[in-house]
């Protein structure tokens, strides 16, 4: 490669894996809605859950990926499952976790 540019190596290895939390602005959506969902009592969905078959995702989880879906204009649940790996801001919202978009 030219010296004009700035040098790419997509092979770069991290020596710490790196934190998606570290990606994203401080002031950003995503951390507003998810520090809103923390502050709910999400109790009654929690304590109702039967716990049959696989494990489940949070409540949590999914309530902050339903608000920061519909609050950017997201309100397919395909679209928010594919934007959980597509997208920080989503992988932020998620834990980094991909619920399929079929989850109740």
């Known amino acids: 490669m030219s010296s004009n540019f700035v040098p790419v190596d997509r092979a770069q290895q991290y020596l710490f894996p ?9 002031n950003h959506l ?11 009592d999400l109790r009654p969905l929690v304590e109702t859950y039967a716990g049959n ?22 309100f397919s649940s395909r679209k928010i499952e594919r934007a959980t790996s ?3 801001a989503f992988r932020c ?9 079929l989850t109740r």
């Open 86 to 88: 597509d997208s920080i």
């Open 18 to 26: 790196p934190s998606i939390q570290d990606w994203l602005p401080e």
């Open 53 to 74: 078959g696989v494990k489940a995702h949070h409540p949590q989880v999914l309530l902050s990926l339903l608000f920061y879906g519909y609050a950017t204009g997201i």
């Open 93 to 101: 919202v998620s834990a980094n976790t991909h619920p399929d978009h």
């Open 30 to 40: 995503a951390r507003f809605v998810v520090d809103i969902v923390s502050q709910l």
